[in-house]
């Protein structure tokens, strides 16, 4: 289990070509490495992932064609987001979190939320407004004030459109999550991973007739 609170960036260096998937070779960044044993879990931009090699410093997984099917930014370098696996005495900061990512949405818009200072001047030192269109299949997980998991990071969706096909999430963003997450990197077309609330997920299976 994990909370949604990234605890570092760290950086796909080398993707290695493995069975019918992948080795990465990944810079694990400012990420505490110093409780991390083989076999351990961390999360990597919301998947879970288990460490098959390590040093100081860095560390390597292997993901499979199945996870990559069902996942985004885990197929090439760049960087991720990482949290290790949740302790049973650590503080719950986000919200409960498996690591097993739901399906993945679009970003539709991202963009700064201007506000005018007291002398007419815009700030830009404030929130970022964005937009994610998820697919049809999780549409019902998600409400106004509900959590949502993008890319690993633990947020709250402030408004949800219905579509057709899907709905559009609303989330207000701090500069202090940008600063501290890949999701600093989005823009409109991006594909993020996503996971609902866990929750959400077991009313939702109480409630659906047999």
């Given at each position: 289990?994990?909370?949604?609170?990234i605890?570092?960036?760290?950086?796909?260096?080398?993707?290695?070509?493995?069975?019918d998937?992948?080795?990465?070779?990944?810079?694990?960044?400012?990420l505490?490495?110093?409780d991390?044993?083989?076999g351990?879990?961390?999360?990597?931009?919301?998947?879970?992932?288990?460490?098959?090699?390590?040093t100081?410093?860095?560390?390597?997984?292997?993901?499979?064609?199945?996870?990559?099917?069902?996942?985004?930014?885990?197929?090439?370098?760049?960087?991720?987001?990482?949290?290790?696996?949740?302790?049973?005495?650590?503080?719950?900061?986000?919200?409960?979190?498996?690591?097993?990512?739901?399906?993945?949405?679009?970003?539709?818009?991202?963009?700064?939320?201007?506000?005018?200072?007291?002398?007419?001047?815009?700030?830009?030192?404030?929130?970022?407004?964005?937009?994610?269109?998820?697919?049809?299949?999780?549409?019902?997980?998600?409400?106004?004030?509900?959590?949502?998991?993008?890319?690993?990071?633990?947020?709250?969706?402030?408004?949800v459109?219905?579509l057709?096909?899907?709905?559009?999430?609303?989330?207000?963003?701090?500069?202090?999550?940008?600063?501290n997450?890949?999701?600093?990197?989005?823009?409109?077309?991006?594909?993020?991973?996503l996971?609902?609330?866990?929750i959400?997920?077991?009313?939702?299976?109480?409630?659906?007739?047999?």
């Amino acid at each position: 289990m994990f909370t949604g609170i990234i605890q570092a960036i760290g950086h796909i260096d080398t993707v290695e070509k493995l069975g019918d998937g992948f080795r990465l070779h990944i810079n694990a960044g400012k990420l505490d490495m110093s409780d991390v044993q083989l076999g351990d879990s961390i999360a990597l931009q919301g998947a879970c992932m288990t460490v098959v090699s390590m040093t100081t410093s860095h560390f390597a997984i292997d993901i499979s064609a199945e996870s990559l099917d069902k996942t985004t930014g885990l197929d090439q370098p760049g960087f991720i987001n990482l949290e290790k696996a949740l302790r049973f005495n650590d503080r719950l900061g986000g919200h409960l979190v498996s690591g097993h990512v739901d399906g993945m949405g679009t970003v539709t818009l991202f963009e700064q939320v201007e506000q005018t200072k007291s002398d007419g001047s815009q700030n830009n030192e404030g929130s970022w407004h964005l937009v994610i269109k998820a697919p049809k299949s999780l549409a019902k997980y998600l409400a106004y004030k509900g959590s949502i998991v993008v890319n690993g990071t633990s947020l709250t969706v402030n408004k949800v459109e219905d579509l057709n096909d899907g709905c559009l999430m609303h989330i207000n963003l701090i500069p202090h999550t940008l600063q501290n997450t890949t999701l600093q990197y989005l823009k409109a077309g991006s594909l993020v991973n996503l996971e609902v609330d866990l929750i959400a997920r077991y009313v939702e299976r109480m409630l659906s007739p047999n």
